[in-house]
């Protein structure tokens, strides 16, 4: 499956984004959504993920309450709203796609180019 994530750009701190990832096959549904971020000079971090039919997500510590992830099956679409941004969200965020369901980052063996967001203060 090909992933092409779309929606960074440049926001003050305390703003918001949606960031989208659309994916090419309409088996699209099989699979567990998943976004993760990597900041300059760090490693790639989970983000969050979303189970194939909707009914579950999973979010890493930083961003629960602020990043909601949602899947829309019909549009082959998963889409990550992040709200009160602050800088340390800076990083390129990476949708990603896999069979499991989790954090790790092995479980998702597709992977999207990334799309920059940057938070300033």
């Known amino acids: 499956v090909q992933l092409q994530a779309s929606g960074g750009g440049l926001v003050q701190a305390g703003g918001s984004l949606r960031l989208s990832c659309a994916a090419s096959?309409?088996?699209?549904?099989?699979?567990?959504l998943g976004w993760f971020r990597q900041a300059p000079g760090k490693e790639r971090d989970f983000v969050g993920a979303?189970?194939?039919?909707?009914?579950?997500?999973l979010y890493a510590d930083s961003v629960k309450g602020r990043f909601t992830i949602s899947r829309d099956n019909a549009k082959n679409t998963v889409y990550l709203q992040m709200n009160s941004l602050n800088t340390e969200d800076t990083a390129v965020y990476y949708c990603?796609?896999?069979?499991?369901?989790?954090?790790?980052?092995?479980?998702?063996?597709?992977w999207g180019q990334g799309t920059q967001v940057t938070v300033s203060s």
């Open positions: 990603a796609a896999g069979l499991s369901y989790g954090a790790r980052y092995d479980l998702y063996g597709y």
């Open positions: 096959r309409r088996t699209f549904s099989r699979y567990v």
């Open positions: 979303i189970s194939r039919s909707g009914d579950s997500t």
